[in-house]
């Protein structure tokens, strides 16, 4: 799925109010593990006042060797399915979770560019995760057009909207 129009912070930020109203009024925390947007959800989650009340803790986990280290990746989950899969988000959900006291996480992973894409896993690929403790996990695949910034952009605005939906499930 492609977002076609690249959102602005503004828009990003009204996306944050949002998810904020929903999550105090259920009472829940939150927890973000990201790669390929380099900590972007927890500064703007962090850049409303007020956060505190239920955002938990960020963990930018870029290098293969972070993801294992602190979130618990695979190293088997990593060499048979690559950092950009389903089953990678998968477990960067699983670890955010464990290692925090929030109650929804969501994780991150892709290949923003301009370099790192191949055939199968092209420059705007982005694995991206939600779950609810106790819950199953959502895993999603997106494709994104533009430059690094676009791309990242995107992926942000769907991490976003996806916890809105995570909330309601």
Sequence with gaps: ???RSTPREADLLDLVRVLAKAMQHRGLHLVTAESCT???????????PGSSAWFDAGLVTY???AKQH????SSATLEQFGAVSAETAR???AGALVHSTADVAVAVTGIAGPDGGTPDKPVGTIWIGWQ???AEADTRCFH??????????QTVA???SGLRHCLTA
């Excluded at 602190?70 to 990746?73: F, Q, R, Y």
């Excluded at 430059?147 to 952009?153: G, L, T």
């Design 1 to 3: 799925m492609a977002v």
């Design 38 to 48: 380099g900590g972007w959800i927890a500064k703007l989650v962090t850049d409303l």
């Design 63 to 65: 290098s293969n060797e």
């Design 70 to 73: 602190l979130l618990g990746v």
């Design 91 to 93: 477990e960067m959900l």
């Design 132 to 134: 609810r403790r106790g």
């Design 144 to 153: 994104y057009v533009g430059n690094r910034d676009a791309v990242r952009r």
């Design 158 to 160: 769907a991490a976003l």
